[in-house]
Structures are given as C-alpha cells and as structure tokens.
C-alpha cells in the first residue's frame, strides 16, 4: 500500500501511468467498449466505473497543455437518441484537475476506434453508461 494513490489503481496501471510519455494517450473504455481486440496494453478494472478511474488517474497525470484537445470523446452515432449523461460528470472532473487544459474533441465511432489502437492502453471498465468512452493525451510534469 502507498499513501495517496487511489485505490481503484492497480499496480499494472500505475505502472503504465509512469511508463507513459508526453503525448502518449490512455483510453477508459466502457463496458461495452472493444477493449481486448483494440489494445496495445490492456489493464482490467472490472467493477469499477469509467468517471471514477478518470478521477483517479488525473490526480496522478497531467493533460497535454501543447494539444489543441486534450480528451476525445465518442461521438454519439448518427440517427442514435442517446443523450450522453455521463459526459457532464467528465467535464467536471477534467475542469477540476485541468482549467485551462480540457478541451475535448468529439471523435467518430469508428476514427474513435482506430485511435484506440494507436494508444499506449486501454482501461476496461464495467461502466454502463453510453458513449462513455475517453481518450486522454498525457501531457509534461512541470516542477
């Protein structure tokens, strides 16, 4: 055990968070999520949800203040009702940790996908919520 670390990071995530570079990007996938046929790296965190690893890991990692974005989003599909909830619940949390860098793009499914596989890993959740699929982009430790 390690004081501060959030205790919904597993030792295989932290590791990854130290591992990663600036520019390196880290998907939290949902449940739905194709996690295992896209990733590079992939890091289980059953039973957890999406919003509470994100908090967890901006605690510990920078966003990339040289991006024009720093978060991409799934872009709900075309024709499809759903209103993303949990997007609001992300703003919060990344304007919290990031004032000024928290732009976020808004991704097509598939593009979304293709980036997935670019990632240095991919978290697998087992949140339920729509679209609530995340791309971060790690940014500069400053001293």
């Known amino acids: 055990m390690l004081k501060g670390i959030p205790d919904v990071l597993p030792p295989e995530l932290l590791k990854i968070l130290m591992e990663m570079g600036h520019g390196d990007t880290i998907v939290i996938g949902?449940?739905?999520?194709?996690?295992?046929?896209?990733?590079?790296?992939?890091?289980?965190?059953?039973?957890?949800g999406a919003a509470k690893l994100l908090d967890a890991i901006l605690k510990l990692m920078p966003l990339d203040s040289y991006s024009q974005y720093q978060v991409g989003l799934m872009r709900v599909v075309e024709g499809d009702p759903c209103v993303p909830t949990i997007w609001e619940q992300y703003t919060?949390?990344?304007?919290?940790?990031?004032?000024?860098y928290n732009k976020i793009e808004y991704i097509e499914r598939f593009a979304f996908y293709?980036?997935?596989k670019?990632?240095?890993?991919?978290?697998?959740?087992?949140e339920s919520a729509l679209y609530a699929n995340i791309i971060l982009q790690k940014g500069v430790v400053q001293a």
């Open 118 to 126: 670019q990632a240095y890993a991919v978290v697998a959740t087992s």
């Open 114 to 116: 293709e980036r997935a």
């Open 30 to 48: 949902d449940g739905n999520f194709p996690a295992a046929a896209v990733a590079k790296r992939l890091v289980r965190c059953d039973g957890n």
């Open 92 to 100: 919060d949390i990344i304007s919290g940790y990031e004032p000024q």
